[in-house]
Structure formats: C-alpha cells, structure tokens
C-alpha cells in the first residue's frame, strides 16, 4: 500500500522544473525505480522459487531488507505528503490574498468616483475643468498594483470630511524584501485588507501589531 501512494503520488508530482531542486528530483527518480524493480520480482515466478530455496538466515537477511526498504519509502511519503500540503495552503493563502486585494481595490475606487461626484454637487461645478486623475489600478492582479494598498512608511487616513468608511482607504506599510513576502505576512495583511473592506474598526489595532511585530 505505501509502495502504490507513492508511486501514485510520484505520477501526479508537478515536473522537476517547478521549483523542485535537482537533488529531489533524483531522489524520486531513483525511488520510482526501486519500486518498479521490487514490483516487478514480486510477481515473478522465478523469484518465488529462489525465495523457496533461501535458508532461515538468508530469510531473515531478506525481511530486514524489506522491512528497511518499507521504512525508507514510508519516510519519503510523509515527507512528500507535509511537502504537497504546505505547498497547497500556501497557494490558498496567495489565492485569499489576491482576492481581497481585489475588491479593496475596487471598493477605493468606487469611493473615489462617489467622493468626486459629491464633491462636484456640492461646489455646483468641476473645479476648473479639470479632472483629477486616479491612482488606482485595474481590477487585474500584479505584484505592482499592490503597491498603491501596500506601500513603505506608515501613511493612513483615518476619517475624512463626511466622515464615512475611515479606514477603507488606509494604506498598509510594507518593507520591500528581495523575494516575495512570507506566507506569515500575506497572512497579516489579508487580515487587515478584509477589515479595510469592512471599514472595521480594528484595522488599527490590527495595524499597530502588523508593525509592532
């Protein structure tokens, strides 16, 4: 049973060039191979008649080997097994993360545009003509779209003159790194992206320990 999970799970692995490193993919490959040989000796009828010839000791020699082989194989499963989960949740928390970016995104808009038009009725007419442009970007996801939520120094607006949605457009403070932020980050700010689409409350509270930590 282990040996068909893993073999099973060898077949659905992504290929070795998706972020799998040379010395992983050897090592699945080289275990893929020993279990094609044992499975295949199994059901040999030649290896059942050597099996039948071996003595009390050559047999125990032989289990031991199994048993050594199962352990091996049961190792790497588990491994592979907490590998494939980890990777799954990650996308999740990408994938949780992109979307409520998304509609943050699209909320800040729409409360531009319904600011602008009130702004408008109130003074009776554009001021000058002019339009003021925005700064926000398309509903499609980029890693430099964030940077209009997701920006360096701490810069929040917390209230404005018709004193509604206070925190929709706060503006969360982020360090650039040389890679992509954690999953324990992306974690945090969706936290604090879905209280800015809820104009909770907590988003400052939520903010100070996204900081502080």
Known sequence: KVIEEIEEM???????????????????????????????????????ERIKRLSVAELNELLEEIETAIKDYSEE??????????????????????SVLIEVQNKQREHKETAKKKKKLKNGSPQNGKQERGHMPGTRFSMEGISNVIQNGFRHTFG?????????TTVIPY???????????????????H???????????????????
């Open 10 to 48: 060898m077949q659905e692995s992504p290929d070795p060039d998706d972020d799998e490193t040379p010395t992983q993919s050897d090592r699945l490959s080289i275990l893929s191979q020993e279990i094609q040989t044992l499975k295949r000796s199994s059901t040999n009828n030649s290896y059942e």
């Open 77 to 98: 499963l588990v491994q592979q097994l907490a590998l494939r989960d980890e990777l799954e949740f990650e996308k999740e928390v990408k994938n949780s993360f992109i």
């Open 160 to 168: 404005n003159s018709s004193g509604e949605k206070q925190y929709l």
């Open 175 to 193: 360090e650039k790194k040389n890679g992509p932020p954690s999953v324990e980050d992306l974690q945090t700010l969706t936290k604090i992206l």
């Open 195 to 213: 209280a800015m689409k809820e104009d909770s409350e907590k988003v400052p509270s939520l903010l100070t320990d996204y900081i502080l930590k």
